[in-house]
């Protein structure tokens, strides 16, 4: 069981938006900066937003990140078959003293 | 450009010791801007981060695994190292080295993977 709550599947049409949430705790998402990661199959995560809302550079902005109290959200806009991949949130649980992530969400582009 | 890549056996008995180094190219492990850390994927399922160095050598990990861990710097070669002491069937995981970027803000994001290496533990 994940210390941040995830939905296990989220599937949209492509060219529409998809959000999906990241659900935590005051010990985690309520007090520290979230970072979301995508996991295309068979490779590497990479990381799509970090403190929250900011972009690497070199991510496009159809994926934006907001945080709102003990949930976070990942917007993807646009949608393109090349997004189908697992996303992940993580941030600090500082009751753990641990890096903690979601379970993972994955993403069909229909 | 950064490049990570883990090396190390891709097969460990149980109650053994798993032993990987992560050697970093493109970039020097000294940056006072980075930690560097491993995370691990079990296959088929979610993240789970293992812990994490700065090059001076301070430490910190996950407390479920903290007392079978430990993660050293080797600066003079660019390279960091996991061990994990007693494995078991449940340790089998692809595991990952990470760039941790010291953000302005205090956090620590992923910001540079290896591509994974999987260990399995069996007889």
């Known amino acids: 069981q994940s210390v941040l709550t995830q939905p296990p599947s989220v599937s949209a049409a492509p060219g529409q938006k998809v959000t999906i949430s990241c659900s935590g705790s005051?010990?985690?998402?309520?007090?520290?900066?979230v970072s979301w990661y995508q996991q295309l199959p068979g490779t590497a995560p990479k990381l799509l937003i970090y403190?929250?809302?900011k972009r690497p550079s070199g991510i496009p902005d159809r994926f934006s990140g907001s945080k709102s109290g003990t949930s976070a959200t990942l917007g993807i806009t646009g949608l393109q078959t090349g997004d189908e991949a697992d996303y992940y949130c993580?941030?600090?649980?500082?009751?753990?003293?641990?890096?903690?992530f979601g379970g993972g969400t994955k993403l069909t582009v229909l | 450009q950064l490049q990570l890549q883990e090396s190390g056996p891709g097969l460990v008995k149980p109650s053994e010791t798993l032993s990987l180094t992560c050697t970093v190219s493109?970039?020097?492990?000294?940056?006072?801007?980075?930690?560097w850390g491993w995370i691990r994927q079990p296959p088929g399922k979610g993240l789970e981060w293992i812990g994490s160095?700065?090059?001076?050598?301070?430490?910190s990990f996950n407390p479920s695994l903290k007392s079978r861990v430990t993660i050293s710097v080797d600066t003079s070669n660019n390279q960091f190292s996991l061990k994990l002491r007693s494995v078991t069937a449940a340790d089998t995981a692809v595991y990952y080295c990470?760039?941790?970027?010291?953000?302005?803000?205090?956090?620590?994001?992923?910001?540079?993977w290896g591509q994974g290496t999987l260990v399995t533990v069996s007889s």
């Open positions: 403190d929250n809302n």
């Open positions: 993580a941030t600090w649980d500082s009751s753990l003293s641990a890096g903690v």
């Open positions: 493109g970039g020097s492990i000294s940056s006072r801007s980075y930690y």
């Open positions: 005051s010990s985690n998402i309520g007090n520290n900066y």
């Open positions: 160095i700065y090059y001076d050598g301070g430490t």
């Open positions: 990470t760039r941790l970027y010291l953000a302005h803000s205090g956090s620590y994001p992923f910001d540079s």
